[in-house]
């Protein structure tokens, strides 16, 4: 079962500066052809990477996370007054428990900015 999301993201980073083949091939983006040889699916693979980031090419089946629905990048201002992001936007962006972030307030934007970073990143 060829890896897509979080798990794909994970496993680019994890690889680090590997050749594509290897890359594909770890990924699961592998058929066998008739005469038995393998075949590596390139465009299946960078089409899934590019999804898991959150750029979508417009194919209704893509889908991000266990749950299968693609991030919306919507928002909303739950009846506490919390304001949810949700596990597939931190698993995407690889944050862990305890990371801080600085909360800037611009008009009508939020902005989440790791403490320690430069604020242009």
């Known amino acids: ?7 794909l993201l994970n496993k680019v980073k994890e ?5 594509k083949s290897k890359l594909v091939k770890a990924a699961g983006y592998v058929s066998i052809k008739k005469d038995g040889s393998e075949r590596l699916n ?24 266990k749950g299968g629905r693609k991030l919306s990048y919507v928002a909303t201002v ?3 007054g919390n304001l949810l992001i949700g ?3 931190t698993a995407f962006l690889d944050l862990q ?22 604020d242009e990143e």
Request: no cysteine.
């Open 87 to 89: 596990k597939a936007y």
């Open 97 to 118: 428990p305890g990371d801080d972030f600085e909360i800037k307030l611009g008009k009508k934007q939020i902005r989440l900015v790791p403490v320690g970073a430069d």
């Open 1 to 7: 079962m060829p890896l897509s999301g979080a798990e």
């Open 78 to 80: 739950q009846g506490n």
């Open 15 to 19: 690889l680090g500066d590997v050749s």
């Open 42 to 65: 390139f465009t299946a693979f960078y089409e899934a990477l590019l999804e898991a980031k959150g750029v979508s090419l417009g194919s209704a089946t893509a889908a991000v996370g």
